[in-house]
């Protein structure tokens, strides 16, 4: 498992999650109430990748 899957699985409100390196593209299903989108965008940007919230 890759630093981007570990960072992804650590976020208590990531529900699932999957990485494409292939398209360079992360998708992760995340639990609404408890969701926090700064903070995922900082844990992605910490390992020196980008972000673009859809």
């Given at each position: ?31 609404a109430k408890t969701y926090d989108e700064a903070a ?15």
């Open positions: 498992m890759g630093k981007i899957n570990r960072a992804l699985a650590a976020l208590p409100w990531v529900e699932e999650h999957s990485v494409d390196f292939q398209n360079k593209m992360a998708t992760i299903v995340v639990d995922t965008i900082q844990a992605v940007q910490s390992l020196g990748f980008g972000v673009s919230v859809m």
